[in-house]
T-cell receptor, first 113, second 115 residues
């Protein structure tokens, strides 16, 4: 089944404790992206990757890092999480950069205490 | 910059009622327009899309027409069902900084359909 998977689905952590949210797609997509969803703000792009080893900032990159060592994986790293990073995070992918239909993962709900 | 404005919810309807969720946009160039749906506890799924002016996207009884003159892409359904209860996002795709074709989303509209 073609899908985007994220892990973990739910995470409670404390301020300053490094964490990684994994994202994997099995559709051989080149383009991958991370969004955060906050009430009243909709979805905002954090980082994106047009291909392996090519990443760039989206609209709200502060406090986040990403890496793209393999085509299928695009982990989101919070080196020192803070409470304002409490949010619902979505990974998405599409076949190419510029392909308009993106496929979304199920989301990761993060609470930073 | 690009932006999407959609009607604020929540919207509560009875089964078989007519649904309209308004969406207007601001963008340079010729964006593609989308409606995504998010069912409870799930990620977003593409509902329908339109890639040029006057195109009509349709799926599962939902429709939206790309109106360039009014910069709108309103979502409609003639008879909603309880299973349509979800959050609906209007979005546009256009080239941004660094050649990034990103999606710009509206804030979402929560629809609840009661039996």
């Amino acid at each position: 089944e073609a899908q985007v998977t994220q892990n973990p689905r739910y995470l409670i952590t404390v301020t300053g404790k490094k964490l990684t949210v994994t994202c994997s797609q099995n559709m051989n997509h080149e383009y991958m992206s991370w969004y955060r969803q906050d009430p009243g703000l909709g979805l905002r792009q954090i980082y994106y990757s047009m291909n392996v080893e090519v990443t760039d900032k989206g609209d709200v990159p502060e406090g986040y890092k990403v890496s793209r060592k393999e085509k299928r994986n695009f982990p989101l790293i919070l080196e020192s999480p803070s409470p304002n990073q409490t949010s619902l995070y979505f990974c998405a992918s599409s076949l190419y950069q510029g392909m308009e239909t993106q496929y979304f993962g199920p989301g990761t709900r993060l609470l930073v205490l | 910059g690009n932006s999407v404005t959609q009607m604020e919810g929540p919207v509560t309807l009875s089964e078989e009622a007519f649904l309209t969720i308004n969406c207007t946009y601001t963008a340079t160039g010729y964006p593609s327009l989308f409606w995504y749906v998010q069912y409870p506890g799930e990620g977003l799924q593409l509902l329908l899309k339109a890639t040029k002016a006057d195109d009509k996207g349709s799926n599962k009884g939902f429709e939206a027409t790309y109106r360039k003159e009014t910069t709108s892409f309103h979502l409609e359904k003639g008879s909603v069902q309880v299973s349509d209860s979800a959050v609906y996002f209007c979005a546009l795709s256009s080239i941004g900084g660094g050649s990034n074709y990103k999606l710009t989303f509206g804030k979402g509209t929560l629809l609840t359909v009661n039996p």
